[in-house]
């Protein structure tokens, strides 16, 4: 897995993308909705930078996964806690949450495997989670 730096745009932008990728396929409209909430300029992160890290996460995964398992497969428990752990500023959990919960609802259908991502993001930051959500 591509190591960023703690608290980096890309370490922030990789949960939104493991939200993303975590129902098998990224919808236009969840794109375009990131594309309207300004998901770069949210993050800090070049205007078209979003693509090369949703690319760069799907790489990493399936070079991890074994043989046939898909993305899905290589997403276990310590590296989701090792990928959420490299996001500890709060004000930052709390964007990335806003971004992940819109991009999730955006198709209008919350599949199971963005339920589990974002029950996931809420057991490693409550925090940052809104209480309509906890």
Known sequence: MRHYPANSP??????VALVLI???????????????KDLPGELGLPADAMPAIVQALCE??????????GLAGSVDAELLGALMRDVTDLPLQRKVVQLAL??????????????TMLEAVRRHWPQAMPLAFA
């Open 102 to 115: 819109a991009a999730a609802a955006a198709d209008a259908h919350l599949s199971d495997g963005e339920q």
């Open 22 to 36: 975590s129902d098998g396929h990224v919808c236009r409209s969840e794109l375009a909705l990131l594309e309207e």
């Open 60 to 69: 990493d995964l399936l070079m991890a996964a074994p043989h046939g398992a």
């Open 10 to 15: 890309e370490a922030a932008a990789r949960i």
